[in-house]
């Protein structure tokens, strides 16, 4: 099925993506490495996900990948809201520097 | 007693209605005043260089928070001893800070904190008391210390107190995170009864009630990076 070639090819790639991340981000290369993977599994073998769905009690195995999708993409904005916060503190650092060297004295005292 | 070199640290955003007078107020006492333009969108601070403040200018808006670490580090680098930590909206009194820099003096202490609820809090709203009674116990149950006022933005601190306060929160949250350190680092710290003047002015800047929740979730998630 043409779906199923579309689907792997881009599970493929994201996994791909993460080896190329591994050093940078460990943790979460390897998060995505482990999706990409099941993610193969899965379209591979749909009734796999179906007798995993029942085993949790979910109906059909899309379900059971939906629900997953779900939580996977509120992880991944926690930690996209994590970075930012911590760019954020460069950004204050920075703009703390470039306010200390702009600083300006009174002129009429001292 | 020996006159230490005593630097006010005044945050400001858009303050230039009022932040002459509160300048003027304090040059009644010695002392160095450095205000932090927070990215003012008015003349804050032309206005304040002019009333003869130093000044340090933002170049992005960051917070009130951001505002008093950059402005502690810049009297830290021009030798202040004692740093006071004083809103540019008129709220408090030159006298209440002379008061705390002598107390701080004379009992050898690291931090005076200003306490409306020791002292009086004129003209202010029910729910805004409330708000800070609830902050106070909040306070006394994640860091120990038995303060009667946890959010004034009257400070006095030695220069050392100073320098092991780093600030990480931008926002208001740093108000907490203050108490924090000041438990972490155990500090020697005392309240001192001030007066607080609520004026529609400085009541239409202040905080709101849903602010409480966006501090508790900024301390929060301070823990989860870096």
């Known amino acids: ?110 | 007693m020996t006159e230490w070199d005593v630097w006010f640290v005044m945050p400001a955003y858009n303050e230039a209605e009022v932040i002459a007078s509160t300048i003027g107020e304090l040059s009644s006492l010695t002392g160095k005043i450095v205000v932090v333009d927070d990215f003012s969108s008015d003349n804050t601070s032309a206005i304040a260089l002019a009333a003869g403040a130093h000044v340090c200018r933002h170049p992005v808006n960051l917070g009130q928070g951001a505002a008093l670490q950059t402005g502690i580090d810049y009297a830290l680098a021009r030798g202040a001893e004692v740093l006071v930590t004083f809103d540019a909206d008129g709220q408090h009194r030159p006298d209440d800070a002379r008061g705390m820099i002598d107390k701080l003096q004379a009992e050898g202490l690291d931090v005076v904190l200003a306490s409306r609820f020791l002292g009086s809090a004129l003209g202010i709203p029910t729910s805004r008391r409330l708000m800070l009674r609830l902050a106070t116990l909040y306070t006394r149950l994640s860091t120990g210390l038995k303060l009667t006022d946890t959010h004034n933005g009257l400070r006095v601190f030695t220069a050392d107190a100073a320098r092991k306060i780093r600030l990480r929160q931008n926002r208001m949250a740093h108000a907490s995170e203050v108490l924090d350190l000041i438990a972490e680092k155990e500090l020697h710290c005392a309240e001192y009864p001030v007066t607080i003047l609520y004026t529609d002015y400085s009541k239409a800047k202040g905080q709101r009630m849903s602010g409480a929740f966006t501090v508790l979730s900024d301390q929060l998630l301070q823990r989860f990076y870096r």
């Open chain 1, 1 to 110: 099925m043409i779906i199923q070639f579309a689907l792997i090819a881009a599970l493929l790639a994201m996994g791909m993506y993460s080896l190329s991340q591994r050093k940078r981000s460990p943790s979460v290369a390897l998060g995505m490495g482990a999706i990409s993977l099941l993610g193969v599994v899965v379209v591979v073998a749909p009734d796999l996900a179906t007798r995993i769905a029942h085993f949790f009690g979910v109906g059909r195995g899309a379900d059971l990948i939906f629900y997953c999708f779900i939580v996977f993409t509120l992880l991944a904005i926690f930690n996209i809201h994590l970075r930012l916060r911590a760019e954020k503190e460069q950004l204050t650092e920075l703009a703390r520097a470039i306010a200390l060297i702009t600083a300006k004295r009174p002129e009429n005292i001292q």
